[in-house]
């Protein structure tokens, strides 16, 4: 666990709710008036999936709906809502209310079909795994509606406050320990979920009954601690890291993955009808051409056939570069490949890009696929005419993003609710009915299977779109060792020459989408008429293991020359829409590193930095990080604890090259973050502040991202002055500059002058 913080003689204001500042200049109230517009149209919608069908006490049949996460533009946080089924209906109810004053995240609201945990059947609801403090220590909690019950239950101790919903929160886990990953049988009777209760670094699985669980809990105000039994226990060897997958129809076994790091993880299958659960097992892949060390597993499921109960679906790179759906026959140990692309292998729908998505339905499987940060949508039939055929759903929108889910809890396998997202808005949730397109497949002129689809729009969960928005463009460029780098590129609508903001995004193993972007993103646009380009360096994920790997260790300063590559390709190559003289450079997390990397590195091609929550000193890094992920984290950028690696990752540090930096920086963090510690950001500031001009925001009660309306509004305005000063304002950089220069002839002495002076003068042109 990270010591506390010493902030030391650092002074803070207050300007907003959660937000203590450094440095930081008044930021005007015009500011947040014109953000007002594109904040409203960053409050999307998205689903975590359809309610369960269920009876109440009297026997009645209850619908179930589509549960909505929104953030209403009064509340802090992101509230929970109700909406029916049919998009033809418009109600959204509201189910949550409470306020925590945190920015606490629901990262998960699954749906099950009850419990009697308390001796009482309560019907329907969900299990919530909830942090309180954006720390990501994650409990799990009970949300159930008393009109399902048999009984109504006093008020729990320690209930959240949830008035004037319509739902009840009661907590299930009472420690400070993480809990996830929730899986819930095909039976309903059991479920399973993974934490790193036993010892804080090992996060193992256990299973707990829905029903039937003679919880010994009563129908009271006592608080309930969730039972239950550890069915995958620790290997004893360095860091275990396991998450449950699968119920078999039969309840008996449960398929779970090991994962080593982002690019390696194995699939395993534990028999768990016994009293004591058996050692889980390996499920070694026939055929396999890729390396264990370099192969990873997805979405592992049973089949729900009661006729192939031994059937496995799941995604897997270990027959080529990308991930691609198969099935594995426990029974035969034998492989079926359904898109898997890699030559001399006999596929069904060979796909050569990476499988996003998969969920295996009793009638259907569906996926999607990622091409180059766009998504397509697949669904494969398991019965009838086009049995065991791919076919692509073509569907009729302006193309970005998009996830989906299924409604197979409810024995409609075929029906979808569509959460898109685009250039054109940030989140909205479609309908989508699979089953009439059976009627109409077509061939394309590959013989591949497709079907057109319109979606059925719910009007209550769309934002407001904005005026003027600027669709993305994909570019490509050569880095330094021939590589090509992809990149999403918006230009202002009927603008020449305009200054660039390069965006970076986190990971490393994430990538540049064509999604909506931030609040930010569109005012940069239409109002400060600022270019954003967001590049896609090796090591982010979406283009295969091989280029997802080339960043590891050793190779991570190659990530930062690709970005030095695209600030040559602006220079060289697009001289006629960018101005080469006024390029910033911004990201978060890993972003947040390679947008000070790249600032030690190319100061002099920059007029300002903006980094957020991002990593500034590997070792502290590593050694701070939870511990629950250090373990990841070190296959990734390397182990601090061997000198030789220890001494590579001291000398890359960007706190370790702040003299290089010689432009404006602003720096925010979340005081909670557990992932990289607010430490790192504090003590860049205190170094890299006598250098040049450096803003902090430090977020209170926020972890790694920010959750609340105040800070997210701040953040974004402050962001925007920021640009406005030292990016469009000449002047503004030439102070800068000046200042900087001065600190170096007192500190450092005539020899190392003419580098910034040469920046200076470049400036003045």
């Known amino acids: 666990m990270a010591t506390p913080v010493d902030y030391g003689d650092l002074e803070f ?49 209850v619908t179930g709906g589509v549960i909505v996460t929104h953030r209403p533009a009064n509340a802090q946080v992101t509230q929970l809502y109700r909406m029916p089924t049919d998009p033809s209906r418009t109600e959204l109810s509201r189910l949550t209310y409470f306020d925590i004053g945190s920015g606490r995240t629901i990262s998960m609201f699954h749906g099950i079909p009850g419990d009697d945990w308390r001796g009482v059947h309560r019907r329907g609801g969900a299990i919530m795994v909830m942090d309180l403090n ?57 479920m399973a979920f993974a934490s790193n209760k036993e010892n804080n670094k090992d996060t193992l699985v256990y299973v707990t009954r829905l029903t039937d669980s003679n919880a010994g809990a009563k129908a009271d105000a006592s608080p309930f601690t969730l039972p239950s039994r550890l069915v995958a226990p620790s290997t004893g060897e360095g860091t275990t890291m396991y998450s449950p997958q699968s119920f078999s129809l039969d309840d008996k076994y449960l398929l779970i993955i090991r994962r080593y790091g982002s690019s390696y993880n ?85 796909i050569l890009w990476e499988i996003q998505d998969l969920k295996v339905t009793s009638d259907n499987i569906v996926f999607t696929v990622n091409v180059e940060g766009w998504t397509s949508l697949f669904f494969m039939p398991l019965s009838g005419s086009h049995k065991n055929t791919v076919i692509e759903v073509k569907v009729a929108w302006e193309r970005g993003w998009l996830t989906f889910q299924t409604n197979d809890s409810n024995d409609k396998p075929y029906e979808l609710t569509l959460h898109l997202t685009s250039y054109h808005s940030r989140g909205r949730i479609t309908y989508l009915d699979l089953l009439p397109l059976l009627g109409s497949v077509k061939e394309d002129e590959n013989g591949h299977a497709y079907v057109l689809a319109s979606v059925s729009p719910y009007a209550q969960a769309a934002p407001p779109t904005v005026a003027r928005e600027v669709p993305p463009t994909l570019i490509r460029y050569k880095s330094f060792d021939g590589l090509e780098v992809p990149a999403i590129y ?35 646009l ?146 909670n973050d557990s992932r990289v510690t607010v430490h790192e950001a504090v003590s860049m500031y205190k170094i890299v502040s006598k250098n040049v001009h450096t803003e902090l925001i430090i977020c209170e009660m926020e972890g790694h991202g920010y959750k609340q309306k105040s800070v997210i509004e701040f953040t974004n305005a402050a962001d925007i002055l920021f640009l406005e000063r030292y990016l469009l304002s000449k002047s ?22 003419d580098r910034a002076s040469t920046s200076l003068e470049c400036l003045c042109q």
């Not at 999936?49 to 049949?61: L, Q, S």
């Open 526 to 671: 239409n109002e400060l008429k600022i270019a954003v380009i967001y590049p896609n360096v090796r090591g982010s994920s979406g283009y295969g293991k091989k280029y997802m790997a080339a960043d590891d260790v050793l190779k991570r300063e190659d990530s930062v020359k690709d970005i030095g590559a695209l600030l040559d390709h602006i220079t060289s190559n697009m001289r006629n829409e960018l101005d080469s003289f006024r390029i910033a450079v911004a990201g978060g997390s890993y972003g947040g590193y390679m947008s000070l990397a790249t600032l030690t590195h190319y100061s002099s091609k920059l007029a300002c930095g903006i980094e957020n929550f991002g990593i500034v000193h590997w070792p502290s890094f590593l050694e701070n990080t939870a511990a629950v992920r250090r373990a990841a984290r070190r296959r990734e950028y390397g182990d601090e604890t061997i000198p030789e690696i220890r001494e590579f990752l001291d000398r890359i540090s960007p706190i370790n090259n702040t003299s290089k930096i010689t432009v404006p920086l602003l720096i925010t963090h979340g005081e």
């Open 490 to 524: 918006y230009h202002p609508a009927g603008q020449s020459v305009t200054p660039v903001i390069i965006h970076i995004h986190g990971g490393p193993e994430s990538q540049a989408t064509a999604n909506y972007r931030t609040p930010t993103h569109s005012y940069l």
């Open 134 to 190: 954006g720390n990501e220590h994650f409990q799990l909690w009970r949300y159930w509606e008393d009109s399902l019950a048999d009984q109504v239950l006093p008020k729990v101790q320690g209930e959240l406050d949830n008035a004037p919903g319509l739902g009840r929160i009661e907590r299930l886990t009472h420690d400070d320990y993480r809990y996830g990953s929730l899986v819930t049988s095909q039976t309903h009777k059991l």
């Open 266 to 350: 194995a699939l395993y299958v534990v028999n768990i009808s016994g009293e004591q659960a058996l050692a889980p097992k390996l499920i070694e892949f026939p055929g396999a051409t890729e390396k264990a060390e370099d192969t990873a597993f997805a979405d592992a499921a049973f089949s729900p056939d009661v006729n192939l109960p031994h059937l496995i679906y799941c995604t897997t790179n270990a027959y080529g570069d990308f991930a691609s759906v198969v099935t594995y026959d426990l029974d035969t140990a034998s492989v079926t490949h359904i898109t898997t692309s890699s030559a001399g292998i006999q596929a069904i729908r060979p």
């Open 13 to 61: 204001t207050r300007p907003a709710q959660q937000i203590k500042a450094v440095n930081l200049p008044a930021v005007p109230q015009r500011i947040f008036d014109g953000m007002k517009q594109y904040e409203d149209a960053a409050r999307g919608f998205s689903t975590p999936g359809f309610e369960r069908t269920v009876k109440d006490a009297n026997g009645r049949e």
């Open 732 to 753: 503004n950089l030439y102070t800068a500059r000046l200042e900087y220069l001065q600190y170096f002839i007192h500190k450092q002495g005539r020899q190392t002058i």
